[in-house]
Structures are given as structure tokens and as C-alpha cells.
């Protein structure tokens, strides 16, 4: 399974952060998989911020729920972030993650930075 992030890597501030995750070699539907998002801001820590099912079902960091939308196109086999009303602090490596029954799949990230 690969995963690949796609996206504008600069967003100015106040505006929308979109970035797309396509995924090869498995169905985005397959059973008991989880499609995440996860960033790491320059000098910190990995933070995860939500994640969709193998269901369509969404879950999402309590500190990040209000700006966050998870998605998904199946016909695609990919799943999306937006990321509202961003700031600098939203400055990250970007990544998209997948996870069954321990099995880890991760894309190599993306780098976003926030500026006018």
C-alpha cells in the first residue's frame, strides 16, 4: 500500500489548507482500514489530527474539530484534509497514514507553510 499527499504547499493566512491523499495498492474502502492525517510542526512532535474510516466514518483531534474536515472519494481512492482559517502555527510537514490491524502505511509528507 502507498499513500501520496497532493496539495498547495503554501496557504496564506486566514485561508483554507486543502491537500489530498491518493492511495495504490488498496481499496480506501478495504475492511478495518484508517485513513489519518497527521502534521509536525517544525521543532515538535508528530500531532495527529483526525481520521476517516474504511466506513466513511470520521474522527477528529478535540483540539483541531472545529477547523478540521475529513473526506473521502472512493471512486478516486483518495481521502482529504481541509484545514480552515489556518495561521502559522499551522506551519507542518503534512502526512497521510493508514493503518489495519497494526499495519502501518505513511506518505512521505508534505511541507506546508503558512504566509502572506
Known amino acids: 500500500v502507498q499513500l501520496q499527499e497532493s496539495g498547495p504547499r503554501l496557504v496564506k493566512p486566514s485561508q483554507t489548507l486543502s491537500l489530498t491523499c491518493t492511495v495504490s495498492?488498496?481499496?480506501?474502502?478495504?475492511?478495518?482500514?484508517?485513513w489519518n492525517w497527521i502534521r509536525q510542526p517544525p521543532g515538535k512532535g508528530l500531532e495527529w489530527m483526525g481520521a476517516?474510516?474504511?466506513?466513511?466514518?470520521?474522527y477528529y483531534s478535540p483540539s483541531l474539530r472545529s477547523r478540521t474536515s475529513i473526506s473521502r472519494d472512493t471512486s478516486k481512492n483518495q481521502f482529504a484534509l481541509q484545514l480552515t482559517s489556518v495561521t502559522p502555527e499551522d506551519a507542518a510537514v503534512y502526512y497521510c497514514?493508514?493503518?489495519?490491524?497494526?499495519?502501518?502505511?505513511w506518505g512521505r509528507g508534505t511541507q506546508v507553510t503558512v504566509s502572506s
Open positions: 476517516i474510516s474504511y466506513s466513511g466514518s470520521t
Open positions: 497514514y493508514g493503518r489495519k490491524f497494526g499495519e502501518d502505511y
Open positions: 495498492g488498496d481499496s480506501i474502502t478495504g475492511n478495518y482500514y484508517y
